[in-house]
């Protein structure tokens, strides 16, 4: 019993050291550091950054991945005013329900009009299998939460976007995969979606691949957790309070205990 003891010991050793070096080569690499203007407790995003991340996504991200927590109401958060909110929504369409008559149309499709503010950013594909289609398998994720989903946040999604380089020697891409230095397992099923001046700003910032990765980063670290910025303002504001009624507590001890002695 004694030997069949260790032997499934040794066994299980065995495996958790080769678990563990596989996870280990499937990493990529290190991510580098970066600086981000929400960072930190007074961190706080950049307006102008935030307009042109949507800019990024609107016209290089949404061809294949959903931001399906957010309305287009919302944009008026990152300093669209409500008409360009409404001009931005009634480029897309969205499904209608039956028409006046109750009924759908005789070829039955969907009767759809033009989005409105109430209504959620729309996605790009109908459904997971109409995405898998148009993507040789692949299932494009909703972006929603994507920076706080991956491990590294921020610095990995910006990491991701300028990670894609020509293989390096020896090293054999699967069909239909693309070598990205920063993902793990090094092979990607999404080929390099940014290139230099792939996207022409509004405000006239140069477009590079760093820039257009930062901007792309920034609204999806907004879209992930908007209310960040709020929540930091009410820290800040209970930490103020907390000092003061700390301040406030120790004067009264030692007038009380001034009139004890």
Known sequence: MIRNLIAAVFAATLSLMVWTGGAAASEGADLPKQEWTFNGIFGQFDRAQLKRGFQVYKEVCATCHSVRQLFYRNLTEIGFTADQVKNIAAEAEVAAGPNEDGETHKDGELIKRP???????????????????????????????????????????????????????????????????????????????????????????????????????????????????????????????????????????????????
Request: charge should be positive; proline fraction near 5%; charged fraction near 25%.
């Open 115 to 261: 989005a409105k503010p109430f209504d959620r950013i729309v996605k790009p594909y109908a459904n997971d299998l109409a995405a898998r289609a148009a993507n040789n398998g692949a299932l494009p994720p909703d972006l929603s939460l994507i920076v706080k989903a991956r491990k590294g946040g921020a610095d990995y999604l910006h990491a991701l976007l300028i990670g894609f380089k020509d293989a390096p020697e020896g090293v054999k891409l699967q069909e239909g995969m693309t070598y990205n230095a920063y993902f793990p397992g090094n092979q990607i099923a999404m080929s390099a979606p940014i290139s230099e001046d792939g996207v022409e700003y509004t405000d006239g910032t140069k477009a590079t691949v760093d820039q257009i990765a930062r901007d792309i980063t920034v609204f999806l670290a907004w879209a992930a957790e908007p209310e960040l910025e709020e929540r930091k303002r009410l820290g800040l504001k209970v930490l103020i309070f907390l000092i003061v009624f700390t301040g406030m507590l120790y004067a009264v001890k030692r007038r009380v205990w001034a009139k004890l002695h």
